[in-house]
C-alpha cells in the first residue's frame, strides 16, 4: 500500500512537472515563433518593460542605436518599415501605407502578447504612435518632432498639402524624371540608403492627407512630445507656439523642446533625448 501510494505519489509530481513543462514550452514556442508579416520586421533587444520603437520616414532601426544602451531595463521592440533602410517593399510597394503599418504594429503588439507598451516613433512614426493611442493598444506614447497633421510639419494644411503630395506621388513614381530626382534624395539623405523611392512617394502622399488633431482627446494615455528647436530663440518660441496649438486637444500632453537641433534628435542631443525617454518610460 506504501509502495503504491509513493508510487502515486512520484506519477502525480512527475505528470504535474510532465504538465509544466509541456505548457511552458508550449509558452516559449508562441513567445519565440517569428512574426510574418509582409509591411514590417520586428528585432527585439534587452530584457524589461516592452517598448515600441518606430522610426521616420525612410529610416530603420539603426536610428535608435545610439540610444538604446543609454536607457537599459527595457525590452526594445524594433519596428522596421518594408521599403525602408535596405528592406524590400513587399507589400509596401504599392498603394495606401500609413494606415495599414498601423493596422500591422497593432497585429504585432496582440500576437506577441503584449500589454499595452509603451510607444515611441520619431517623425512618421510619432504618426503611427498617435494612430496606435487611438486604437488603444499602447499604454504610453512619445512623439518625436511630429505635429498631428503631417502637412503642418512644411507649413501646410491636410487639406491644401494632400493635393499637393498626389500630384508629387505621381511626379515620383510615374515619370523618369520624377523618380531619378527621388532616388537623389534617398540617396543622399543620412539613414535612407536602400529605401524605395516608391514607398517614400507613398507615404509622403499619406502624411499629407492625415490631420490627428481633431481626435487627440480620443488618446487617453499619457503622451509626451518631444520637439527640436534651433538656436535661434525667436524662431525656436515660434515653433513652441506651433507644437502647443497643435496639441491643445490633448490636455494633459507634455511638451518637451529640445535644441539646438534638428529633425534627428537623438543624433543631434542624444543625452538630453535618452534622459527624456528614461523620464518618460519610468
Known amino acids: 500500500?506504501?509502495?503504491?501510494?509513493?508510487?502515486?505519489?512520484?506519477?502525480?509530481?512527475?505528470?504535474?512537472?510532465?504538465?509544466?513543462?509541456?505548457?511552458?514550452?508550449?509558452?516559449?514556442?508562441?513567445?519565440?515563433?517569428?512574426?510574418?508579416?509582409?509591411?514590417i520586421a520586428v528585432t527585439t533587444r534587452g530584457t524589461g518593460r516592452d517598448v515600441l520603437l518606430i522610426a521616420g520616414l525612410a529610416s530603420g532601426p539603426a536610428l535608435w542605436?545610439?540610444?538604446?544602451?543609454?536607457?537599459?531595463?527595457?525590452?526594445?521592440?524594433?519596428?522596421?518599415?518594408?521599403?525602408?533602410?535596405?528592406?524590400?517593399?513587399?507589400?509596401?510597394?504599392?498603394?495606401?501605407?500609413?494606415?495599414?503599418l498601423a493596422d500591422e504594429i497593432t497585429r504585432y503588439i496582440k500576437a506577441a502578447g503584449l500589454v499595452r507598451p509603451a510607444v515611441v516613433g520619431h517623425s512618421m512614426g510619432g504618426t503611427l504612435a498617435m494612430m496606435l493611442?487611438?486604437?488603444?493598444?499602447?499604454?504610453?506614447?512619445?512623439?518625436?518632432?511630429?505635429?498631428?497633421?503631417?502637412?503642418?510639419?512644411?507649413?501646410?494644411?491636410?487639406?491644401?498639402?494632400?493635393?499637393?503630395?498626389d500630384q508629387l506621388s505621381q511626379y515620383f513614381t510615374g515619370t523618369k524624371a520624377g523618380r531619378a530626382y527621388l532616388a537623389q534624395i534617398v540617396a543622399d539623405a543620412p539613414g535612407a540608403r536602400g529605401s524605395d523611392p516608391d514607398v517614400i512617394a507613398n507615404a509622403l502622399r499619406d502624411l499629407a492627407n492625415i490631420d490627428l488633431g481633431p481626435q487627440l482627446g480620443r488618446i487617453a494615455v499619457p503622451m509626451d512630445v518631444v520637439y527640436a528647436t534651433g538656436s535661434d530663440a525667436a524662431q525656436a518660441a515660434q515653433i513652441s507656439r506651433n507644437f502647443r496649438a497643435a496639441y491643445a486637444a490633448k490636455k494633459n500632453a507634455r511638451l518637451l523642446p529640445i535644441g539646438p537641433s534638428g529633425h534627428v534628435v537623438m543624433a543631434d542631443q542624444?543625452?538630453?533625448f535618452a534622459a527624456m525617454l528614461k523620464d518618460f518610460l519610468t
Open 133 to 165: 493611442g487611438l486604437k488603444g493598444v499602447a499604454g504610453r506614447i512619445m512623439v518625436v518632432d511630429m505635429l498631428p497633421a503631417g502637412a503642418a510639419m512644411v507649413g501646410g494644411t491636410a487639406r491644401g498639402m494632400g493635393f499637393l503630395a
Open 270 to 272: 542624444p543625452a538630453r
Open 65 to 100: 542605436n545610439g540610444i538604446m544602451d543609454k536607457v537599459p531595463g527595457f525590452r526594445w521592440h524594433l519596428i522596421h518599415v518594408r521599403g525602408f533602410a535596405g528592406l524590400p517593399p513587399d507589400a509596401n510597394a504599392t498603394g495606401p501605407l500609413v494606415q495599414p
Open 1 to 39: 500500500m506504501m509502495a503504491s501510494l509513493i508510487d502515486r505519489r512520484t506519477l502525480l509530481r512527475t505528470g504535474a512537472g510532465a504538465c509544466a513543462g509541456l505548457l511552458m514550452m508550449r509558452h516559449e514556442g508562441a513567445q519565440a515563433a517569428p512574426f510574418a508579416s509582409r509591411r
